[in-house]
């Protein structure tokens, strides 16, 4: 199993610009979750969706953020437009069912200059 | 909100010797989960725990569960170099809150 693959890896962008991140969950697994990790907060849950439907999406810092999962092998978390403010690690994670341990992808490093 | 909090944010050890972290949360907990990250990587699921009063082991690896399943505790006899890292627990409610992790140095 190849786990949770994310990309890019690494993302360095100018501020007002798009960006787009990838995740592709393990097979079978039917909870995806995409956070942030930053020093200040912590890792904070942004999104959550369950058999690709979003379930909880209030961690959303404000409308600039959007998640789509339009199958089960892929999901996607865009901002636009990005700002400073929104450079962090995001993480994608996927577990079999709510509740269960997640198996966390590797992160795609966000810097907005 | 429902809160989980970790005590203490940072612990530096000598090699050797034991560590633990304690976890604590503002209401009761259905499970806890505990995650392992080591620096510049991504959390590792380590355990779950479900029951009151729990106590499961892993190596050096001690976990426990509250009898009233608002707190945990993970604790390492004899910390190692590898043992390096940020270790939170996670607890389930409408989100899956993570603590605010408790970061483990170890000095060889």
């Known amino acids: 199993d190849a786990g949770v693959i994310q990309s890019p890896r690494h993302e360095v962008t100018e501020m007002g610009q798009e960006v787009t991140l990838r995740c592709k969950p393990i097979?079978?697994?039917?909870?995806l979750f995409w956070y942030r990790q930053t020093m200040m907060r912590g890792l904070e849950l942004l999104i959550y969706f369950n058999n690709n439907v979003p379930i909880d999406d209030s961690g959303m810092p404000e409308d600039r953020f959007s998640a789509k999962m339009p199958n089960a092998s892929f999901s996607t978390l865009k901002i636009q437009p990005s700002e400073p403010r929104d450079s962090a690690v995001y993480f994608c994670?996927?577990?079999?069912?709510?509740?269960?341990?997640?198996?966390f992808g590797s992160g795609t490093r966000l810097t907005v200059v | 909100g429902q809160q989980v909090m970790q005590i203490p944010q940072y612990q530096h050890v000598q090699e050797g010797e034991d560590f633990t972290t304690y976890c604590n949360s503002s209401?009761?907990?259905?499970?806890i989960q505990w995650y392992k990250q080591r620096p510049g990587g991504h959390p590792v699921f380590l355990i779950q725990?479900?029951?009151?009063?729990e106590v499961k082991k892993q190596k050096r690896l001690t976990f426990q569960f509250g009898e009233a399943k608002k707190n945990s505790s993970l604790h390492i006899t004899a910390t190692q170099t590898t043992d390096v890292g940020t270790y939170f627990c996670?607890?389930?409610?409408?989100?899956?809150?993570f603590g605010t992790g408790t970061s483990l140095t170890v000095i060889p």
């Open positions: 209401t009761t907990l259905s499970n």
């Open positions: 994670a996927s577990s079999p069912t709510l509740g269960v341990g997640y198996t």
């Open positions: 725990l479900v029951k009151s009063g």
């Open positions: 097979s079978g697994h039917n909870s």
């Open positions: 996670a607890g389930p409610g409408n989100q899956f809150y």
